[in-house]
């Protein structure tokens, strides 16, 4: 059971949005900046949003990240058959004096 | 450009030891947090341990307390995992990452070293 909560999976056609949540509590996300990483099965996880909303230079705008309170969402806008991918939230929680991450949520592309 | 290599996997029996090792290129190592996070076999990221920038502060997974042990040489650019008393559910793929400041975030990957800990 991860700290953090994420869908196991989310799905809409090309061209379409997706929002993927994670959920914690005060002692992680409602204090702490909140990042994003996408993995292709088989490889390394990569940054996608830091900060809870910057993306690094290389993401495209279609993703965004978002915060409130304990809470942070993903989207992605225009999907694409290469966005297929496992989507996970993380985040420093000071009760565990550790880094927490989501379940990760796996994005098909219908 | 971040680069980060990892090396020392393989497979171990359990009860034994393991020392993982990261080397780190294309960045001011000396002003960056270390970690490493781990991945069973078809399940989510685990973060394992970090430590600070001249390693006086080491931080740990309640799984891997008493049992790990990290470390960092930063004349040489790399960062340790010194993994004893191993259990098969240590077996996972590990990844060394790096954050530049220390709890906000993992601005690089590297590809990982598989630790197989089976009899």
């Known amino acids: 059971q991860s700290v953090l909560t994420q869908p196991p999976s989310v799905s809409a056609a090309p061209g379409q949005k997706v929002t993927i949540s994670c959920s914690g509590s005060?002692?992680?996300?409602?204090?702490?900046?909140v990042s994003w990483y996408h993995q292709v099965p088989g490889t390394a996880p990569k940054l996608l949003i830091y900060?809870?909303?910057k993306r690094p230079s290389e993401i495209p705008d279609r993703f965004s990240g978002s915060r409130s309170g304990t809470s942070a969402s993903l989207g992605v806008t225009g999907l694409q058959a290469g966005d297929e991918a496992d989507y996970y939230c993380?985040?420093?929680?000071?009760?565990?004096?550790?880094?927490?991450f989501g379940g990760g949520t796996k994005l098909t592309v219908l | 450009e971040v680069q980060l290599l990892e090396s020392g996997g393989g497979l171990v029996q359990p009860g034994g030891s393991l020392r993982l090792s990261c080397a780190a290129s294309?960045?001011?190592?000396?002003?960056?947090?270390m970690s490493w996070v781990r991945q069973a076999p078809g399940k989510g990221l685990e973060w394992v341990s970090s430590?600070?920038?001249?390693?006086?502060?080491?931080y740990y997974a309640d799984s891997v307390k008493g049992r790990f042990t990290i470390s960092r040489d930063n004349s040489k650019n790399t960062v340790d995992l010194q993994m004893n008393s191993l259990r098969v559910e240590d077996t996972a793929l590990y990844y060394c990452?790096?954050?530049?400041?220390?709890?906000?975030?993992?601005?690089?990957w590297g590809q990982g070293t598989l630790v197989t800990v089976s009899s």
């Open positions: 990452a790096t954050d530049p400041y220390g709890t906000r975030y993992f601005v690089g």
């Open positions: 294309g960045f001011m190592f000396v002003k960056y947090g």
């Open positions: 430590i600070n920038i001249d390693g006086a502060d080491t």
């Open positions: 005060t002692s992680n996300i409602g204090n702490h900046y």
């Open positions: 900060d809870n909303y």
């Open positions: 993380a985040a420093w929680d000071d009760s565990l004096s550790g880094w927490v």
